[in-house]
């Protein structure tokens, strides 16, 4: 059945959130949250909110749906001050419902502090059990909360020593804001598993999860967060102190170039629109085959395809039309829309595919659900030969770090092998990139990446029966 998020049979990987966090005198703070977070939205789109604090006290505006869903020009004119963090949420811990949305604000006898998380931790049971231990009980059952409570009620005299103090016992990823009344506080986890980005506007300081958001606001980009930064923000300017732990590797995830990130972003000096032409070109090398035409699934894998074609020096077409204004419905289609497939999301161009050999570049196949209809669909529109080519290699682990894949035992790849995967998809052949030349692509060193769920090398233990309902479940089993 189709998924209520328009993706036809919900064979897409899905993005954990993005956050924004502005120290902005003299800005229009949640404005500038609200056109980051706008550019943030492919990260997540269930929830979105905005708190904002003027060095008194903290406002806060959530609710489910996208971000221009979410705010009316009253709501962000109730949200005054000069700093805010903002949030667009994906569940991957905790359900999707209201009470879950993004930043949480939770009291302390240091004051309010208001909490924006990016990413999954693995040892969420553990830390809920420890803060049950102080007698507090979260109100929400998303790790984020967890983790400001923890912080709320760790011994310390400011908010920075209680954060040190907690950090080294949270493990998992998290790029996250906090933001108390008087100061904004970015932390990446020590193995800067989720991007996390510094700009500036003006005077202004903005920290965002892609370097897109910054672009759209009109600010420049300074530098990554570094892996175990704690940057704190206020009337002081910057400074930033790290998170002990000697355990810890970069582990950045290798699925932002491949997927998650926009093209248009920036992580690690490299443009992720760049590498994926990279990966098509690659692709190409390690997968050539006479065809007439090389087209993407868009709107993910078009770069990669214009490398691709690029280098086979095949022609660039589009045979696949995206519905670009599709996004979360809960009517689902009737038994008649229902066979008709992906065609709530792709339609076909039988004039540009009619008689051709067509090469059809994505960038991954996750549960295998989507792509037998993508390839029926271009036999139906008169493609002679449908030649799969992905920019990525087979996908045979599950992510616990901040990324909705698919439980193992539902991952194609960890089921099949790869003419088995053809054949069922009904393709005419089928290539996946390597892993070396994903690398290779991307340009960076691969000590740099997790590359988990191609090679099962977590960065840290992670738990493999780990459901994102788990503070649900343990609240039901008391
Ligand atoms: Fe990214 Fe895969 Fe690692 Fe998850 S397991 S963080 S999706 S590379």
New binding site residues.
């Given amino acids: 059945m189709p998924r209520p998020d328009g993706d036809p049979a919900g064979d897409r ?1 899905h993005e954990a959130c993005g956050v924004i966090g502005i120290f902005g005198p003299g800005e229009e703070v949640a404005r500038l949250a609200f056109f980051g977070l706008y550019a943030l939205q492919h990260r997540g789109q269930e929830s979105a909110g905005i708190a904002t604090a003027d060095g008194h006290r903290i406002g806060l505006y959530s609710d489910m749906g996208l971000v221009s869903q979410v705010f009316s020009e009253d709501d962000l004119a109730g949200l005054t001050g000069h700093m805010a963090i903002g949030h667009t949420r994906y569940s991957t811990t905790g359900s999707s419902c209201v009470e879950n949305a993004q930043p949480i604000c939770i009291e302390s006898d240091l004051g309010p502090i208001a909490i924006a998380h990016n990413g999954n931790l693995v040892n969420t049971s553990y830390l809920a059990e420890r803060l049950e231990e102080r007698g507090d009980t979260p109100l929400t059952t998303t790790d984020s909360e967890i983790i400001g409570r923890l912080c709320a009620t760790a011994p310390g005299r400011d908010w920075v020593e209680r954060i040190r103090h907690t950090m080294p016992f949270v493990k998992g ?1 998290y790029s996250m804001v906090m933001m108390s009344p008087r100061q904004l506080i970015a932390i990446r986890d020590p193995y800067g ?2 991007p996390l980005c510094l700009g500036r506007l003006g005077k202004s300081w903005i920290v965002a999860s892609e370097s897109c958001a910054l672009d759209t606001i009109g600010a420049e980009l300074l530098r990554e967060i570094q892996r175990g930064e704690i940057l704190i923000i206020d009337e002081g300017g910057p400074r930033s102190c790290h998170i002990d732990d000697p355990d810890a590797r970069a ?6 170039y491949i997927y ?1 990130a926009r093209p248009d972003s920036v992580i690690d000096d490299t443009l992720v629109y760049l590498a994926r032409e990279r990966m098509g070109a690659t692709l190409a090398q390690e997968h050539p085959v006479e065809a007439d035409l090389v087209m993407p699934v868009p709107d993910s894998a078009t770069p990669a395809a214009v490398g691709y074609a690029r280098a086979s020096g095949l022609p660039y077409r589009e045979g696949l039309i995206k519905n670009r204004y599709i996004g979360r419905t809960f009517i689902q289609p009737d038994q008649r829309l229902r066979e008709s497939g992906v065609k709530l999301k792709f339609n076909p161009l039988p004039d540009v595919l009619n008689g051709k050999r067509v090469v059809v570049v994505d960038d991954s196949i996750v549960r295998g659900t989507t792509t037998p209809s993508t390839v029926a669909l271009l036999r139906r529109a008169g493609a002679r030969e449908v030649h799969m080519r992905v920019t990525s290699p087979p ?1 045979v ?7 909705d ?1 698919a439980r193992r035992e539902e991952l194609i790849a960890a089921n099949m092998d790869i003419p088995s995967i053809c054949r069922h998809i009904g393709a005419d052949s089928l290539g996946y990139l390597s892993l070396h030349g994903l690398i290779e692509s991307i340009g960076l060193p691969g000590d740099r ?6 090679n099962g090398d ?2 840290m233990p992670v738990q493999l029966d780990l459901d994102k309902l788990v503070l649900e479940g343990a609240r039901r089993a008391r």
């Fill in positions: 990987m990823a598993i989720r582990a950045l995830c290798i699925f932002e998650f996908m682990n599950s992510c616990y770090l901040g990324i894949t990446f997790c590359q988990a769920c191609f977590y960065p």
